[in-house]
């Protein structure tokens, strides 16, 4: 499927960026922007623990 570029850019949206489509009745498509679940995530536990903890369960690893 090829989007015309003014309308990605309307859209906020970028070439090759992931997109869900969903039908939305007869002859209706619509794209959504995928939501990235590991960004949405990122850093959300900041403060919550120890930096001493956090390098004792680090070193577990190892």
């Given at each position: 499927?090829?989007?015309p570029i003014a309308e990605m850019r309307i859209a906020g949206l970028e070439a090759g960026e992931r997109v869900i489509a969903?039908?939305?009745?007869?002859?209706?498509?619509?794209?959504?922007r995928e939501e990235d679940?590991?960004?949405?995530f990122s850093g959300s536990l900041t403060g919550v623990f120890d930096?001493?903890?956090?390098?004792?369960?680090?070193n577990e690893w190892d």
């Open positions: 499927m090829t989007i969903r039908a939305d009745g007869p002859g209706r498509v619509v794209l959504e679940i590991l960004e949405s930096h001493a903890i956090l390098e004792q369960l680090r």
